[in-house]
Each structure stands twice: as structure tokens, then as C-alpha cells.
């Protein structure tokens, strides 16, 4: 049998990509760090838990229906997110996790030479989907730490078809105000679609806050990404979902895999919007205390950091980021490291409850000392 | 349609009838593809004498043979099936078994390695590909006597540099920095241009507010896994030159799909704290070419630093060592925070091939050789000895070898390695398709 020849199946952009790869699984970290706990502080999960709701979903949930396919359109869950934001549900596309309606975003708009603007310290799925998918990413920097509009702006040519914001921007915390977010939509007037990215949108409460749900009334060419992994706590479920005006979901619904979405993720999802309130309180408060342990050590040890919006904080050690990590892990602390974010020698870390972050205190104390 | 790389390619059969063919292909396609005569020969001759070699040992088996463009030089590889072993000739060593007295029939291949200015053996498979490569010549640069200015107005790197800059900045770095502290390359800047457009190294040039060259910093992928950079050379004081050059390469490559980078040629005025020492190097004879540096890296005892630092997060993975080697394996794994499976593998030889296969990289003006090995065969501590003995002679006082753990075969070649008085000094990790381990002679 003649050699599968590879170079010319595969598309140059492809061929040259890195595939992402996850790390292994917590009992084979443990096993090979030698510890007998992991503090999972990486990926900015909630670790209160989901909500008291999810938890009867899960328990309550009947195995006869494994056999079923699941809603393919996620039927229930839209008309449960049209009533929560008032809106129609058609206007509303439920992906698994937000990389999948990236992807389906990007492939209803972009074809061969066209372009996608972000930022080049964001959230890096954009740009890699993207790039997998033969569009060029133009990844404009970060101006004090947080999205240049006017850089966005000026990087805008003919072929440009979507701006991704991330607001507020993972992992800098920083985001646009309402007055920053209008007048920049003002000035894309309506030549490209503006993807909001409010992943972590249930943790901001600020007032100059601007909420893309409302901003798409007066904008059509916004969507607005929004997930449940992040606040609701429901990472393992893979539920992420999109908002537009009808016009642009029913183009972006032509790309997307229907049925990706399992019947136990859209009941979960479901569940997590009732009664939410308390659970959201609950959590802002975990993450306020956490973050109000964390910066007087960092300022006490005379380390830079930033400690913006989301459940997440980042730390400048003075080390290579990637020798911090292999050292928390030693200590059964698993953090992300951000030199793949364009951020060497930073590490990123979820903020959670209080004992969790007293250990984390204390390792990160000790390595330091170590290193010292 | 086009032709993207302009490459020529013959297939044929290993046969003594069809050597003027290969010949005239590569004689002529080497001078369309620019190598100035005495080159062209010198490439044309090695192709011969490999032919030659192929018809004697593997007659009639086919021989694909492409001969590519590279910018800053000229490839001829050859794809065969053939016994690896069969190429020991093109060993370093090989001279002392062959010639007047001893055995000829490996002469030509013996010629073919040395005629040509690199080669590489790799096997895919039964496959063997042997890759000849002949360089362009290019004009030299000397060190001229200068002395770091301020900076005038703020350094900040620059995209894609014209071709002028970087020749302006090779120069100044051989003028800055001790010989044994710059990227060869640099030696010809002509050369370091073209590797730079061919995409075989990547620059990173700084300049100052009146558009001086400020700073440089270079980078290759020695493996799929690894980035390699020498620097970063700092012309003018002040501006913060080092740490923007550095947070440019780590922008660079931080989204490949490299896991590690390493300093090929560190200078001092690296960020520490950008990266991990894994060790130290001594250096032969430094400072042989060109003016011997004032900083006293020119006498005895100067060694290299060897740093990294990993670009994503080390998840572990199992390694495989000689049982001598897992002692110093642990302590180094310990030392370096890196978790890893250590699985012992000790080949009694009887399934390995009869002659073994060593690729050599030599630095002759610093008296570096690096070794590695291409085949292990049940010669191997003979391999290991007449290779010391032969860069020995040859004046080579850093003899290094380094031996890739993803492999067992390699990982076992230890053992020879160890009993031919060899070392090991440092762990690469993910420098090869896993981590690598150098050994340092003597």
C-alpha cells in the first residue's frame, strides 16, 4: 500500500499548526509530583460548586434517557435564556463550551483572506481557531493592560470580518466601560461583527459595567458570548452559548454541529438560571475575600500583580513561569502558567475559599523562600 | 502550475551506468541553484561517490535523489532502503579504517562526508535518507575595536528588518562580543541574511531612536520541540535592549509548538530570571578566531552556561535510561523539578546492527565536536573510542555527546559511552523528541 502523503492531503495553515494538548489527568499529576491533594487554581473554575438546582438535575437525572438523542437545537434551554434576557429564542445558539460557537462564528464569516481583529494577551482560542482555520489573526497589544480600541480600529481593513473583545479580558480582569465599549461600536458601525466575549460577565459588579445583551439592541453586528463553565460551575458539562440579532444567529446557526450538546449539559444549564441570585452573591463573595488574602502578600513580598475583574489573579514571580509551576505542583498546587499568553514569567490563579488559598499562601511562600 | 521550491528530483536505480547521470543532474542543478564552482564540484563529487558506494552494497536498489535549493546552500538527498549500518564510513573515525593498506571499499563514502560541508542520516522505516549539503561561499567579517555608546532615544525591535540592518548587526556583535559568544553565522553576515529570509534562523533586532542597531537575538528549532537562541548582543547601554529582545523571542514562540528553549550561546546580558541554569560547558579553545577578547575568555577554563526554561507546563513523562546513567538522571530530575518516569534498558546487542553511525557538529576555531548518534550497532564502545581518539588528534578538547531518552537505543548507548570515558553533565529537557542528556568526554 503506497504511503498516506500527508503534505499534500493536509492545507499548509493546518499542517503548521499546534495542536493544543491538555494536561494529564489529576490522579497522574499526583502520581508523578508525588503528592497526595491537587488544588486545581488553573483554569478558573468555580469551586464552590454548581448551584443547588444543578445538583438535583445531576441526582434526579434518569438513565433510560442516555438512549435518546439529545434536544439537537438545545430547545429548552434557549426559551429558558430568551426569558431570562427577554428575548427571542431563536436568537440564541447553545455550542459545546464558547470554543464551539467561536469556531462556528468564525467559519459563517470568514473566508479565504479574510481577517479577524483581537488582542495579542487574550484569551488565545480566537486566535488559534482562527488560524486552524486559514484566517489570519491580527492581534493588536494591549495598552495598560487592558484592549486598545483605537489600535483595534486602525487595524481594521476591508477583509476584516469580526473584532473579538474580551470583556473583561482574560487574564489582565481588565474591561471596557460602558462610554469606551458605545463609542468604539460607533466607530465600527457595522462593517465588521463585534464579538463581546462576557465569559466571565456574573462576576463583574460594576457600574460603568456595559452589558452586551442590551448593547446588541442598538448594534446589530454584536454577539455576545456568555458560558456556563465559568460562574455556574458546570466546566465538565461544555456549555457555552451565543446572542445576536436573528439575522446574524441564523447565519451563524448554517456553520454549527447540531446535537453537540448533551441532554444532561442543556438540563444542568437549565437548572443553574433558576433562583440563581443567591449562588452568584455566594460566589462574589468567595472571590473578593480570596482576592483581598492574595494582593496584601504579593504586596508585602514586593511582587507585581494584577488583580482585576473574573475569579482569577496574576502574579509576576521571579522565576520563569513554567519552574513556578513544576514547584506549586510539588506542593499539590496546579496554577496556569502564562508564557503562552504572551505573559512570561506570570502565573495565573483562581480565586477561591479561604483554606484553599491559606495553601496556596503557604506554598507560594515556600517556594519563594526556597528560591531565595 | 508552479514549482514552490524549485527542486529537481531523479529517480533511479543504484547502478555504476548511471553515475555520470547523477553527475551532470547535480553538477549543473548545484551551479542553476547558485554554488559557485569549486562548491558545485565538491557537492557533485560526494553524490558520486555515494552512487558509487550504493552500487557496490545495494546494487540495483532504487535511489531517489532531490537536490534543493536552501538559500544559503544546496541540499542532495538521497532516500534508500539499505542496512544503516552500512554507512559507517561516513563516520569521523572511519579514516583510520580505511585507505592505503586498509580497506577501500569504503573510501567513497568516506570522501562523500567529508567533501560536503554538513550531512544528516535519518531512518524512516527502512528507509534511510542521507541528506549532503553543500553552503554558499560567503565573505567574512573580522572584529574591529568599539566601545558601547549610550542609546540614543528609546530601543524598541523591529519588524522584519531590512537585510542591511542585519549585516550591520552581525558585524557589530562579532565586534562586541568574544568570538566564543557569537552565533557563527554572524562570521559571514551575508549568510545570517539568507538563513533569515529562508526561515532557518529568526532575528530579532533592536535599534535605537535614530534607527542604529541597538540589539541582537537569534533563534532556530534544532527539533520540532525545542528553540535554540544565541544571545542577546547588546550594542548601546541603557534602553533596556536585552529584556525587550527576549520578550520578543518569547512572544515569538510561545504559540508554536515548541516546549523548550535553550541558550545555544548565552551572553551575560541575558535576564537571569528568565531562565534555569541547567549547567555548564567548558569550551575547547576559545577565542581562537579573530582578536582574543579582553574579558579573558580567551584562556583556559572559560565554560558556557547552558539555560532554558520550559514554554508551557510539564504534565511528566516516562524517559529511558542505561542503568549507569539513572543515578545522575534522578539527581538531575530532583534538582530540576521535572517528573518523570525513569525506565531502565541495557541492549546485550544481539539484535542490533553490526557498525554504528555518528553524526558529528564540530566547532574547529572554539575545539567543540558534538556527537550523536544516527545508528548503534554492536560496535559501539569501539565507535565511542575511535571517535575520541580521532577528534583528539584533531585537536578537539569539549567533546560532547548527546543521547535522546524517547529512544531506548539511545538510552542504552550510555553504557559505551560511560566505559569510553564520558560523562554525563546536564538533561535537556524536551530538547530532542524527549529530553536529551549530554555527556562531556573526559
Redesign the interface.
Known amino acids: 500500500m503506497a504511503d498516506l502523503d500527508l503534505r499534500r492531503l493536509v492545507p499548509a495553515h493546518v499542517r503548521s499548526f499546534?495542536s493544543y494538548?491538555p494536561?494529564?489527568p489529576d490522579r497522574?499529576?499526583m502520581r508523578?509530583?508525588?503528592v497526595d491533594h491537587l488544588h486545581r487554581l488553573n483554569n478558573n473554575e468555580n469551586a464552590l460548586g454548581p448551584p443547588p438546582a444543578v445538583r438535583e438535575a445531576v441526582e434526579s437525572f434518569p438513565s433510560g434517557v442516555v438512549t435518546v438523542y439529545p434536544n439537537g437545537d438545545c430547545f429548552d434551554l434557549r426559551h429558558s435564556l430568551a426569558g431570562r434576557f427577554g428575548k427571542d429564542p431563536e436568537r440564541f445558539l447553545v455550542g459545546n463550551g464558547s470554543c464551539e460557537v467561536i469556531a462556528s462564528v468564525i467559519k459563517a464569516f470568514c473566508g479565504e483572506g479574510d481577517n479577524i481583529v483581537t488582542a495579542?494577551r487574550t484569551f488565545?482560542v480566537y486566535?488559534?481557531v482562527a488560524e486552524f482555520s486559514g484566517i489570519k489573526a491580527r492581534l493588536i497589544p494591549l495598552r495598560d493592560m487592558a484592549f486598545d480600541p483605537r489600535g483595534m480600529l486602525d487595524a481594521m481593513d476591508e477583509r476584516t470580518k469580526i473584532l473579538f473583545v474580551c470583556n473583561p479580558n482574560n487574564p489582565t480582569g481588565t474591561y471596557w466601560d460602558r462610554a469606551t465599549m458605545d463609542a468604539f461600536l460607533d466607530e465600527v458601525d457595522g462593517r465588521a461583527v463585534v464579538v463581546i466575549d462576557e465569559a466571565y460577565f456574573e462576576y463583574v459588579d460594576r457600574e460603568d459595567y456595559p452589558d452586551g445583551m442590551a448593547l446588541m439592541e442598538r448594534h446589530p453586528n454584536v454577539i455576545v458570548f456568555r458560558t456556563f463553565s465559568k460562574m455556574y460551575a458546570l466546566a465538565a458539562l461544555r456549555v457555552g452559548y451565543l446572542c445576536g440579532s436573528a439575522a446574524v444567529v441564523d447565519m451563524v446557526r448554517r456553520t454549527h454541529v447540531v446535537y453537540s450538546v448533551n441532554t444532561l449539559a442543556q438540563r444542568c444549564a437549565e437548572a443553574a438560571l433558576r433562583d440563581d441570585a443567591p449562588f452568584i452573591a455566594a460566589t462574589r463573595t468567595m472571590v473578593r475575600e480570596a482576592r483581598e488574602r492574595l494582593c496584601p502578600m504579593f504586596d508585602a513580598m514586593g511582587l507585581e500583580y494584577i488583580a482585576n475583574e473574573g475569579n482569577y489573579l496574576m502574579v509576576r514571580v521571579?522565576?520563569?513561569d513554567?519552574?513556578m509551576?513544576?514547584?506549586l505542583?510539588?506542593e499539590g498546587i496546579m496554577v496556569?502558567?502564562m508564557?503562552?499568553?504572551?505573559f512570561?514569567?506570570w502565573i495565573r490563579v483562581s480565586l477561591v475559599q479561604g483554606p484553599v488559598m491559606e495553601d496556596f499562601c503557604r506554598a507560594f511562600r515556600r517556594v519563594l523562600d526556597k528560591t531565595a | 502550475m508552479q514549482v514552490r521550491d524549485h527542486s529537481v528530483s531523479l529517480r533511479l536505480a543504484a547502478e555504476a551506468r548511471f553515475i555520470l547521470l547523477v553527475q551532470g543532474v547535480v553538477e549543473q542543478g548545484a551551479a542553476a541553484f547558485g554554488l559557485d564552482r569549486g562548491k558545485a564540484l565538491r557537492l557533485t563529487m560526494a553524490a558520486e561517490e555515494l552512487l558509487s558506494h550504493l552500487a557496490e552494497t545495494s546494487a540495483g536498489v532504487a535511489v531517489d535523489l532531490t537536490l534543493t535549493p536552501g538559500g544559503w546552500c544546496v541540499r542532495a538527498d538521497f532516500s534508500f532502503v539499505a542496512d544503516p549500518s552500512d554507512l559507517w564510513a561516513m563516520n569521523l573515525a572511519a579514516r583510520e579504517d580505511i585507505g592505503p593498506g586498509r580497506s577501500m571499499d569504503r573510501l567513497g563514502l568516506l570522501l562523500a562526508a567529508r567533501m560536503s560541508d554538513g550531512f544528516e542520516i535519518r531512518l524512516d522505516g527502512r528507509v534511510v535518507h542521507l541528506e549532503l549539503r553543500q553552503d554558499h561561499a560567503y565573505e567574512a567579517v573580522t572584529p574591529r575595536p568599539v566601545r558601547a555608546a549610550d542609546a540614543r532615544g528609546e530601543v524598541r525591535v523591529v519588524d522584519d528588518p531590512e537585510p542591511a540592518l542585519i549585516r550591520e548587526a552581525c558585524a557589530l556583535a562579532v565586534d562586541h562580543y568574544p568570538a566564543h559568544l557569537v552565533n557563527e553565522t554572524f562570521f559571514t553576515p551575508g549568510k545570517a541574511v539568507q538563513m533569515a529570509d529562508r526561515g532557518d534562523m529568526t532575528v530579532a533586532l533592536a535599534v535605537d531612536g535614530t534607527g542604529a542597531p541597538a540589539g541582537l537575538m537569534t533563534w532556530r528549532s534544532p527539533s520540532e520541540r525545542s528553540v535554540g537562541f544565541c544571545g542577546p548582543y547588546v550594542f548601546v547601554r541603557g534602553g533596556g535592549t536585552a529584556g525587550k529582545l527576549e520578550e520578543w523571542m518569547f512572544a515569538a514562540v510561545a504559540r508554536t509548538r515548541a516546549v523548550s528553549l535553550f541558550s545555544e550561546l548565552a551572553t551575560a546580558d541575558l535576564t537571569a530570571e528568565n531562565y534555569e541554569l541547567l549547567g555548564r560547558l567548558p569550551l575547547g579553545r576559545p577565542g581562537l578566531r579573530g582578536a582574543m577578547p579582553a574579558d579573558g575568555a580567551g584562556q583556559e577554563g572559560v565554560e558556557l552556561d547552558i539555560l532554558f526554561r520550559h514554554l508551557r507546563e510539564d504534565s511528566g513523562r516516562a524517559v529511558w535510561t542505561h542503568p549507569a546513567l539513572r543515578p545522575f538522571l534522578e539527581a538531575a530530575y530532583d534538582q530540576l523539578v521535572l517528573m518523570r518516569d525513569i525506565r531502565e534498558v541495557d541492549h546485550a546487542g544481539a539484535d542490533l546492527p553490526e557498525r554504528s553511525v555518528f553524526s558529528a557538529r564540530l566547532r574547529p576555531e572554539l575545539g567543540i565536536a558534538t556527537l550523536a548518534p544516527m545508528v548503534a550497532g554492536r560496535d559501539a564502545d569501539q565507535a565511542v573510542a575511535d571517535h575520541v581518539r580521532t577528534l583528539t588528534h584533531d585537536g578537539y578538547r569539549s567533546i560532547l555527546f548527546r543521547l535522546d531518552l524517547a529512544h531506548g537505543w539511545q538510552a542504552a548507548l550510555a553504557g559505551s559511552l560511560v566505559r569510553g570515558g564520558f560523562a554525563p553533565r546536564l538533561v535537556l529537557p524536551d530538547a530532542g523528541k524527549s529530553d536529551m542528556v549530554v555527556f562531556l568526554h573526559g
Open positions: 499546534e494538548r494536561s494529564n497522574e499529576l508523578l509530583y508525588g495579542d488565545a486566535e488559534w521571579p522565576m520563569p513554567t519552574l509551576y513544576r514547584k505542583m510539588r496556569r502558567t508564557t503562552g499568553f504572551r512570561p514569567n
